[in-house]
């Protein structure tokens, strides 16, 4: 470990580049103490998240899921020894609140604060200790979520090389805008995939993108093909035939991840594959990823989807800044800071 790991005291994190308040408290040799994620349920009327409205719920809950982590962990801010938040990317004006936050709280009791790139933090939830023990690098790492979808090959703690991402749309994304075109709710992807259980993932054929070219996702071209089956279906079809719909296009989403990652570990040889971000939930994706006879990993969902555990546990890889450094650092709301 690093010369951030051996800091004393325990780390709080913060995390709201999103629409989940949330904060964790995390050791050194990564144990979880707590980890605290706020969902704003106030979203899903919206069939997407609304920036302005997730500001405004981060300012009102910041501080008492701060306290709500330190409570679980049975800790008070006299245990912490650093400040974690994720600076980006994400939306700049939820970012904000967090950043403000964790460096109102490194400020006030004269803490170092390190600002964490929130993929990092996707790849370091890794890092902690869970069922099997923390995972070590080489590896790779499919991050797939709402608002990510990106390949990486993690060959050491504080950083990642991007191998593929999207061109366009993120696999959640996709999951979303497609269960909004079946009438189903947001989120999506649970929602699809219940559906899907009820359907024939071969009666229509939607397009992977194995086409495009290297190790980078489309998922725009599944999308469009959904449309048109709907358009041209027509809504009494539709309804007859939504389970089929939902098991096929769910079926083209999971191909097309899997495909990428077969080829990644072919290409690199490497044996362990993690998975992170909400679209790891889903169950066939599971299954199809089981069974590609590399080594899988999926950490327990809370570390899967947005949470500030993750965000700690990459802080210990990262140089903390010490009063007053910090109080310029300003959230970031896209590129990624990987190494
Ligand atoms: O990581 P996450 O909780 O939040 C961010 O987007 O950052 O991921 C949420 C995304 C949503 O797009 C949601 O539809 C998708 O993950 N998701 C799923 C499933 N559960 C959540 N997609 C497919 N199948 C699921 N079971
Ligand atoms: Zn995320």
Redesign the pocket.
Known sequence: MSGAADGAGLILGIETS?DDTCAAVVTHDGEVRSNVVSSQGVHDAYGGVVPEIASRHHLQLANAVVEDALRRAQATFDDIGLVAVTQGPGLVGALLVGVATAKAIAAARGLPLAPVDHLQGHVAANFLRMGDGPLEPPFLCLIA????TLLARVTAYDGFEVLGRTLDDAA??A??KGARLLGLPF????A??RLAEQGDPTAFAFPTAKGVAGLDFSFSGVKTALLYAVRDLGPEEVQRRRADLAASYQHAIVEALVDRCERALRETGLRRLALG???A???PLRERFRALGAEVSIPPMEL???NAAMIASAARWVTPLPYPAYLGVEAYASGERAA
């Open positions: 999103c979520s709402g608002g990510h959640g994304e999951f979303d989120p999506g992807g649970p699809l995939q971000g909400g679209v939930a889903n169950g899967c989807t947005d």
